[in-house]
């Protein structure tokens, strides 16, 4: 084989490893400080300090719109587009029908964690800290 054979098989390789990784091993994060929430995707993070929240809402099925970002078979995580939001960020599991919507300083980041439960029970902890 030829040196350009090997380096084309070896850039597929590692391209389908990376992804593959990506889609087993990518996860939300989701960390409640004592002054401010973060949130962290697949090559993208937020944080919002609580007094900057002006709304926190818990709704259904969203439609995600246009991406600046990544997405996987589980995650979408970037800057996304909608009607709805217009411009925001979203780090979410995408077969969850819960979102945590944040509304700070005229932006949006809407969020998610790996059930519906737990993002629920996200929700009433984060409405906790900013009451």
């Not at 995707?41 to 609580?50: L, M, P, R």
């Not at 002006?54 to 970037?78: A, C, K, P």
Request: charged share 20%; net charge neutral.
């Amino acid at each position: 084989m030829k040196k350009s054979a090997y380096f084309k098989v070896i850039v597929t390789v590692t391209v389908l490893v990376a992804f593959l990784l990506m889609n087993i091993l990518a996860k939300i994060q989701v960390e409640l400080g004592s002054d401010k929430i973060v949130v962290k995707g697949i090559f993208t993070q937020t944080e919002v300090e609580y007094d900057d929240i002006q709304e926190i809402e818990l709704i259904g099925d969203l439609n995600y719109g246009t991406r600046l970002g990544i997405s996987t078979f589980m995650i979408v995580s970037g800057t996304y587009t909608n009607k709805e939001f217009g411009t925001y960020k979203l780090m979410a599991y995408r077969n969850i029908d819960k979102h945590i919507i944040v509304k700070y300083n005229n932006k949006i980041m809407v969020f998610n964690q790996n059930s519906i439960e737990s993002t629920g029970k996200l929700y009433q902890e984060l409405v906790a800290q900013i009451d």
